[in-house]
């Protein structure tokens, strides 16, 4: 069984997400959002981060983790609070031993929701129906449950490909994201847990 911590950055709200593929079927292991934005400043919201961070992964024992890469925002204070929040989860995720993969956001809505204009409630939506979930995660935790479906799913696809097991840096095969989340789905369905 591999497990997946996904990681959706915020210096106020940052989510988590926690997938295992067992076999070809993804399996939702558990899933929250580090609310800290009553903190007070930056460095201290960064502090709860990672402490919130590190019982994660210590819990879940994941062996890789995806994260989403860094965008252009029109407010440059905004993407630079954004990147110091990624920073404290790649420092906390290399220190405990798991390997790092980033992806874009449009390649995580084309995978999950088949186009890269998907907006948050879409991405939601089809994480709820993807990982048999009961109840629509929040936005922050939704997005971190794609991401860490988007990197199992170029995983397995990469793996299948290739006819090998194991992690890829990046998939980049020509079918879509729909149609290949599609074809693992029909490998097997996911557990609801």
Known sequence: MTIVLGLDPGTRHFGWGVVAKNGTRLQHLAHGVCDVEKLGELGDRLVAIEEQLVDVIARFKPLQASIETLFFAKDASAAAKLGHARGVALLVCTRMGLESFEYAPARVKRTIAGA??????????????????????????????????????????????????????????????????????????????
């Open 116 to 193: 890269g204009r998907a907006d948050k409630a879409q991405v939601a939506a089809m994480i709820r129906v993807v990982l048999g979930l009961t109840v629509v995660p929040r936005p922050d935790a939704a997005d971190a449950l794609a991401i860490a479906v988007t990197h199992l799913q170029g995983s397995a696809l990469s793996a299948m490909a290739a006819g090998r097991n194991g992690p890829a840096r990046g998939f980049s095969g020509k079918a879509s994201g729909q149609s290949a989340l599609r074809a693992i789905l029909r490998a097997g369905r996911p557990s609801n847990t």
